[in-house]
């Protein structure tokens, strides 16, 4: 089967740093997403890697190890609406171009 | 900007009711799927569709049937409604292997 771990809950401070890590086994990788979903709504896509090393866009960082089936998530100066679930997804190779959840990250932001 | 719309926010059935979601996109999206969303436990696939009367189980299947008509609709269907069905419903949709995009979820209360 597929495996994709990520840490439960976290907590940071705002205007702090914080890295979200997800580790996965997988049979095959084809792609690794993460996504932000705010309570009671819709996951709302963030970042895809299929390439090793970090992607920045903004407060945000994606970051990819391959060899080490490891990713992360930086986010910096925290803000208090970064309070969220972050989910990792990975996506198998195949023709159905399907990812694989996570159960998510409950990222809880405190002044 | 992509556009998925669920038909219902908020949902109460009673247990052995027949329930349809309804799951609409905007851009001509091929590919179309539900989820469903519990805590600690993630999104987890039910059915998937890349093609107008396509559809291919997910992983977890039992209970739900899907029926994709017209490319831009996929409805959720369950025959009998059962209390472990209560759950937040997640549609998405996305162009072959691009990113997916979700719809704000339903939130079915069974009773």
């Known amino acids: 089967g597929q495996n994709i771990d990520q840490p439960t809950e976290m907590t940071a401070t705002e205007g702090a740093i914080v890295q979200i890590n997800c580790t996965y086994q997988?049979?095959?990788?084809?792609?690794l997403f993460w996504y932000q979903q705010h309570a009671g709504e819709a996951p709302t896509f963030l970042s895809y890697?299929?390439?090793?090393g970090l992607e920045e866009k903004g407060r945000f960082s994606s970051f990819l190890s391959r060899s080490k089936g490891y990713s992360y998530l930086l986010l910096k100066e925290l803000q208090m609406k970064d309070s969220a679930s972050y989910l990792c997804a990975v996506r198998l190779p195949g023709g159905s171009y399907i990812p694989t959840f996570g159960r998510g990250t409950s990222l809880i932001v405190h002044p | 900007d992509v556009k998925v719309t669920q038909s219902s926010r908020y949902l109460v059935k009673r247990t052995g009711e027949k329930v349809f979601l309804e799951c609409v996109q905007d851009?001509?999206?091929?590919?179309m799927f539900w989820y469903r969303q519990d805590p600690g436990l993630g999104l987890r696939l039910i059915y998937f569709s890349y093609d107008v009367k396509m559809k291919e189980k997910g992983d977890i299947p039992e209970g739900y049937s899907v029926s994709r008509e017209k490319k831009e609709r996929f409805s959720l269907i369950l025959e009998s409604a059962s209390t472990n069905q209560t759950s937040m419903y997640l549609c998405?949709?996305?162009?072959?292997?691009?990113?997916?995009?979700f719809g704000p979820g339903t939130r079915l209360t069974v009773l």
């Open positions: 890697n299929v390439l090793d």
């Open positions: 997988t049979s095959g990788f084809n792609g």
């Open positions: 998405a949709s996305s162009d072959r292997e691009d990113t997916q995009y």
């Open positions: 851009m001509d999206h091929e590919n």
